[in-house]
């Protein structure tokens, strides 16, 4: 139950196209969603979050979309650029600052 | 900020010594947070502390890995003796008590032992 389920592994999308990334909780206590992501030599950066009271969370071309009936979201990266090429790992947690549990992370590749 | 400072940056060692990681959080952080990154695992907690205390070790993958937080700006990893199997990247993050949002990482520690 505490396990968060991210899909797909991997990811090729053409540059100028959508990318998108699912995940998927059971434990119905988790109240903050984040996603971050790493870049190759790099820690993983917080890219965008959100909590279960809104269904959508939109900063620039990364939108998170949440369905807390599903006990799903995800990451949908519009107008994909090679520079958006990373790792990216949802995780879910109860607060901001409690242990997060991590997806198991998707590399994706924007080709040109 | 300098945000999380880990070092050393890279660190090759021999099996059976003792290795040292260590991690400077982000001022009024309180809580720090020990990960390893590997290919085959992904990301790892192995331990966190909140206001230096630690709360949850249960990651720590067994008694040779021991971790120390002895005051708020500064934090150990420390494995003795080291094995080849804890190669890995090592990452520390830290965060604040709301509202300071998320988990900010250092750059990491690559650990290869030899």
């Known amino acids: 139950q505490q396990q968060v389920k991210q899909s797909p592994q991997s990811l090729i999308v053409q540059k100028g196209g959508i990318s998108i990334i699912n995940c998927a909780y059971e434990n119905t206590a988790f109240d903050y969603f984040p996603w971050y992501q790493q870049f190759p030599g790099k820690g993983p950066a917080l890219l965008i979050a959100?909590?279960?009271d809104v269904s959508e969370k939109k900063e620039g071309r990364f939108t998170i979309s949440f369905n807390k009936s599903a006990k799903q979201f995800s990451l949908h990266i519009m107008d994909s650029q090679p520079g958006d090429s990373a790792t990216y790992f949802c995780?879910?947690?109860?607060?901001?600052?409690?242990?997060?549990?991590w997806g198991a992370g998707t590399k994706l590749i924007i080709k040109p | 900020d300098a945000g999380v400072i880990q070092s050393p940056r890279h660190e090759v060692t021999e099996m059976g010594q003792e290795v040292t990681l260590r991690c400077k959080p982000i001022?009024?952080?309180?809580?720090l947070f020990w990960y390893r990154q590997t290919m085959m695992r992904g990301l790892e907690l192995l331990i966190y502390?909140?206001?230096?205390?630690?709360?949850?070790d249960s990651g720590m993958p067994e008694d040779r890995f021991s971790a120390k937080m002895p005051n708020a700006s500064f934090s150990t990893l420390k494995i003795q003796p080291s094995e080849p199997r804890d190669s890995a990247v090592y990452f520390c993050a830290s965060t604040g008590p709301p509202p300071l949002w998320g988990y900010t990482f250092g750059s990491g520690t690559r650990l290869t032992v030899v």
């Open positions: 995780a879910a947690s109860r607060g901001s600052n409690y242990q997060l549990i």
């Open positions: 502390f909140n206001n230096n205390v630690p709360i949850d």
């Open positions: 001022s009024g952080h309180n809580s």
């Open positions: 959100i909590r279960p």
